[in-house]
Every structure is written in structure tokens, then in C-alpha cells.
């Protein structure tokens, strides 16, 4: 079974400073691996993936995250942290369930904070 | 393009009542999911559907069933509701299940 653990329920940073929210994952195959963003009381929205091929993936709002198989990571960094990127992150995977399935399963979500 | 549609938006129910939460999807993807939300706990998996006439369960299915009426509309249903059904609940689809989710606005559902 797969299963996407994020580092941390509430993220604190200054305006203008670093963003690294974490996510690890397990899955028994190679898996795609996703970030989603939820602004309040809307629904979740794609940040970036990383299917196959270049490890280091650019998404929207200037996000970027790394797919380190060694470390089974992906984590989400933004080198300048805009005060309209308060929000939950969501870190998830897919996998293959046979018969043709596939499951998305999704981490508990980071709620990063910006302080002006 | 109104991409993943979920009806209502917000409904209160009494304990022991049933209702149904519909949505549709007009991107032509083959996978729809429904997924709960409760604070602290992520978005957990109820039922999915690789393709139209498939369903399955996902992580915590009881007290729920849903049908795959044609390739747009996947539908939730509650029969006897329950205070621990209390959550939002997200409809998603994806054109092939290792493809990215596009997900509705989500159904604020309080049982009381």
C-alpha cells in the first residue's frame, strides 16, 4: 500500500524568505507524484507533477519540486515566499491497482502561513 | 468549461436521513473519485471509478455508496446519515488514473 507523509501540519515563514514544505512517500512501484494547493474554502488546485523523465519540476506561482527516488522524496520549495501563498499543500501519489486502476492518495496537508 | 460540477454546495441532514451528492465532469475523463475532508486528516479516499461501469472502494468506504451512471456523472449516496459523516466531500476526475485530479468545489455536509 502507498502512503505520502508530510513533514510538519503548519508551516510559519517571513514574506519574501525560502518555502520548503516536505513530503515522503511509499509505493511499491514507480509512482507519480503530485502537489496540489487549496485556498480557503475552494477546491484543490494543481501546483506541479513529476511523472518520468527531469527530476526537478516547475509548477505555477513559481514552485518547484524534486523527485529524489534515493530519499523517496518530494518536497515543495518557492525561494520567495508572496503573502498570496498562504494556503494548504497537499503532497500526493498515484499508483497502480491492477485491472487498469489507479489510486490517488494524498498526505494530511501543510498549512503555510505568511507573516508580512 | 465548467470542468468538475458538484451538487449542492452545502446541506444539513438529521441523523438517520439519506441524500445523494451528484457530480458531473465535462472533460471526457475516464477516472471520478470521491474523497472526504476533516481537519488534520487530508483528503481520504471513499469510492473511485476507473471507468464507466467500475467502481471500487478506497480507504473508508462504509456508510456510503456511489454509482457510475455514464462516463460524466458519478454520484455519492448516504443512506442513513451520521454525525461522524459530518465533513467536505470533493468529487475529482482524471483522464487516466496516473494523470493529474481536477476537483470540484466541494459539498459542506453537516449531519445532526
Known amino acids: 500500500a502507498q502512503s505520502v507523509t508530510q513533514l510538519g501540519s503548519h508551516v510559519s515563514v517571513s514574506e519574501g524568505a525560502l518555502v520548503l514544505l516536505r513530503c515522503n512517500y511509499s509505493?511499491?512501484?514507480?509512482?507519480?507524484l503530485f502537489w496540489y494547493v487549496q485556498y480557503p474554502n475552494q477546491g484543490l488546485q494543481l501546483l506541479l507533477k513529476?511523472?518520468?523523465?527531469?527530476?526537478l519540476v516547475k509548477g505555477i506561482n513559481g514552485f518547484e519540486a524534486e523527485f529524489k527516488k534515493s530519499e523517496t522524496s518530494f518536497h515543495l520549495t518557492k525561494p520567495s515566499a508572496h503573502m498570496s501563498d498562504a494556503a494548504e499543500y497537499f503532497c500526493?501519489?498515484?499508483?497502480?491497482?491492477?485491472?487498469?486502476?489507479?489510486?490517488?492518495?494524498f498526505g494530511k496537508g501543510t498549512k503555510l502561513s505568511v507573516i508580512p | 468549461n465548467a470542468g468538475v460540477t458538484q451538487t449542492p454546495k452545502f446541506q444539513v441532514l438529521k441523523t438517520g436521513q439519506s441524500m445523494t451528492l451528484q457530480c458531473a465532469q465535462d472533460?471526457?475523463?475516464?477516472?471520478m473519485y470521491w474523497y472526504r475532508q476533516d481537519p488534520g486528516m487530508g483528503l481520504r479516499l471513499i469510492y473511485y471509478?476507473?471507468?464507466?461501469?467500475?467502481?471500487d472502494k478506497g480507504e473508508v468506504p462504509n456508510g456510503y455508496n456511489v454509482s457510475r451512471l455514464n462516463k460524466r456523472e458519478f454520484s455519492l449516496r448516504l443512506e442513513s446519515a451520521a454525525p461522524s459523516q459530518t465533513s467536505v466531500y470533493f468529487c475529482?476526475?482524471?483522464?487516466?488514473?496516473?494523470?493529474?485530479?481536477?476537483f470540484g468545489q466541494g459539498t459542506r455536509l453537516t449531519v445532526v
Open positions: 475529482a476526475s482524471s483522464a487516466q488514473g496516473n494523470t493529474e485530479a481536477f
Open positions: 509505493s511499491s512501484v514507480p509512482p507519480y
Open positions: 513529476y511523472t518520468t523523465g527531469a527530476t
Open positions: 500526493a501519489v498515484t499508483s497502480y491497482s491492477g485491472a487498469g486502476s489507479y489510486q490517488l492518495t
Open positions: 472533460m471526457n475523463h475516464n477516472s
Open positions: 471509478s476507473a471507468s464507466e461501469g467500475t467502481t
